[in-house]
C-alpha cells in the first residue's frame, strides 16, 4: 500500500473508531482525540480529571477499539514495583522463574499514578522510554505497541506524592477532562441506567496500529514547520531571549527538546487524520496546548493571580 493509500485508510479507521468509541463514551471528543493521537504518535498520555467522568471506563472502552490487551494498576501508597513489574519466585524444579507483572500489556492504565511513592512512580520510567523493563539483572522486551495512560485527580492533595519532572516529560500529551454538557450527562444518566449493553467491536489488530504508527514517522514536513515548533517551545523558556513578557512574568521552567519533537510528531498525526499528508502551523497549533501543558512550571505570582498555563501557551502563538 502507498503512503497516500495509507493516510486515506488512516482517516477511514480514525472515524471508524470515534463512532465505535462513541457507543460508550458520550462526548469528550477532544479527549478521545487527543488519545488516538498518542497512540498513532507512540506516545503516552496523562488524564486529569476528577472522580466519575469516565476515565477508567474511556481507557478501557479504547483499547477494546483498538483490539489491545489492557491492564489496569491502582496505584496506591503500599504498591511495590514487583508489583508492575513482576519478580521471580523459585518453582519447584530449584530454579528461579519470572512471573510477569501487569506491566506486560499493549495497554496500561495507571489509575491515580500520583498516589504512589517515587520509587513505584520510577518503576515504569524504563518502560515508558525504552519498552522494556529489567528485574533482577535480566532484561524484557515489552510487546508492541505499548502505552501508558495515566490517570490523576486534582482536586485531592492529601497522601499524594507529585510526579516528577522527568517522568511528567515522558507522557506525550496531559489531557484535562472537563465536566459533561447538561444533555451528554442527560445521555450518559439514559444510557447507563438502563439494562441495555452494548458491545465494542475491535476494528485494529497491534499490526497496524504499528505500521499507522511507521507512516506517521514518514510523513515529511517543511523547515518551516519544524522551526516554528521549536520556536515555540523556546518561547517556554523564560530565561531566553525570545521569551515573552508573560512567561517571564509567571514562569519559572519551561518546555524542553522532548516538547519539540512530540509537538512535530504530534502535528503530523493530526495532520494524517484530516487527510493531509504533510503537518501545518496551525496542526503544531492545534496540539500545543496538550504538549506543553505539564511541562511549563507555573510561579507563585501566576498561581496567585489567577492566570492558567492555556492562556499563556495560547499568547505564544
Do not use: C
Not at 18 to 29: F, L, N, R, Y
Not at 61 to 82: E, H
Amino acid at each position: 500500500m502507498s503512503d497516500v493509500a495509507a493516510v486515506k485508510e488512516l482517516v477511514s479507521k480514525h472515524s471508524e473508531l470515534k463512532k465505535e468509541i462513541s457507543k460508550i463514551i458520550i462526548g469528550q471528543e477532544a479527549v478521545v482525540d487527543q488519545i488516538l493521537l498518542s497512540i498513532f504518535s507512540g506516545g503516552h498520555a496523562l488524564l486529569i480529571g476528577v472522580p466519575g467522568l469516565a476515565k477508567t471506563l474511556m481507557v478501557n472502552t479504547i483499547s477494546q477499539a483498538l483490539g489491545l490487551d489492557f491492564k489496569r494498576i491502582q496505584f496506591t501508597p503500599d504498591l511495590m514495583p514487583s508489583d508492575i513489574l513482576g519478580s521471580e519466585i523459585l518453582d519447584e524444579t530449584r530454579h528461579f522463574k519470572f512471573i510477569k507483572g501487569p506491566i506486560f500489556s499493549n495497554i496500561i492504565l495507571a489509575d491515580e499514578i500520583n498516589r504512589t511513592p517515587p520509587k513505584t512512580q520510577a518503576a515504569l520510567l524504563e518502560a515508558m522510554q525504552e519498552r522494556s523493563v529489567t528485574v533482577a539483572g535480566n532484561h524484557y522486551k515489552l510487546d508492541l505497541p505499548y502505552f501508558v495512560l495515566a490517570t490523576q485527580n486534582p482536586i485531592e492533595q492529601e497522601g499524594t506524592y507529585p510526579l516528577p519532572e522527568a517522568q511528567l516529560d515522558r507522557f506525550m500529551f496531559s489531557i484535562e477532562l472537563k465536566y459533561p454538557t447538561f444533555q451528554e450527562e442527560v445521555d450518559v444518566v439514559k444510557s447507563t441506567t438502563g439494562d441495555s449493553k452494548k458491545t465494542i467491536n475491535a476494528l485494529l489488530k497491534a499490526k497496524e496500529i504499528l505500521a499507522f504508527q511507521q507512516l506517521i514517522r514518514r510523513i515529511p514536513v517543511t523547515d518551516n514547520v519544524i522551526e516554528y515548533a521549536v520556536s515555540l517551545v523556546s518561547k517556554t523558556r523564560p530565561k531566553e531571549n525570545t521569551a515573552s513578557e508573560l512567561v517571564k512574568k509567571y514562569i519559572d521552567w519551561g518546555a524542553g527538546p522532548r516538547a519539540s519533537q512530540n509537538l512535530i510528531l504530534a502535528a503530523k498525526s493530526h495532520a494524517a487524520i484530516k487527510g493531509k499528508f504533510s503537518p501545518d502551523i496551525e496542526d503544531v497549533q492545534a496540539v500545543s496546548i496538550g504538549i506543553l501543558r505539564h511541562r511549563m512550571i507555573k510561579n507563585y505570582k501566576a498561581e496567585a493571580e489567577g492566570i492558567s498555563i492555556e492562556e499563556i501557551i495560547k499568547s505564544l502563538f
